[in-house]
């Protein structure tokens, strides 16, 4: 089991990105899905997160600005972040609760990261 990211990059402040995150292998179910964040000289935080019902919950600095989104046929996830702020630069992280066929037990998966940086 694996996870992939895809669609940081560089923005201006005020801009928007889409980031990407597909779960492929021998995948029996997927939980929980979500995005964390490490910014330089930071620990890794939380951002947001959804679970398979869709259920959404978000850090509070990010509210009203990031949109997760989850495609359940594609084992994918999505976060939509507008308006886009240069605190926001971090290497964003997709984590995922999956079990996979060999024993069925859920396990906690982390994708390898995509750079987003906020600057003019």
């Known amino acids: 089991v694996q996870l992939v990211e895809s669609g940081g990059g560089l923005v201006q402040p005020g801009g928007s990105l889409r980031l990407s995150c597909a779960a492929s292998?021998?995948?029996?179910?997927?939980?929980?899905m979500g995005w964390y964040r490490q910014a330089p000289g930071k620990g890794r935080e939380w951002v947001a997160s959804?679970?398979?019902?869709?259920?959404?919950s978000y850090r509070d600095s990010v509210k009203g600005r990031f949109t997760i989104s989850r495609d359940v046929t594609r084992n994918t996830v999505y976060l939509q972040m507008n308006s886009l702020r240069p605190e926001d630069t971090a290497v964003y992280y997709c984590?995922?609760?999956?079990?996979?066929?060999?024993?069925?037990?859920?396990?906690?998966?982390w994708g390898q990261g995509t750079q987003v940086t906020v600057s003019s």
């Open positions: 984590n995922a609760q999956i079990a996979d066929f060999s024993d069925r037990e859920f396990r906690n998966y």
């Open positions: 292998g021998s995948i029996f179910s997927i939980n929980t």
């Open positions: 959804t679970t398979f019902s869709g259920i959404t």
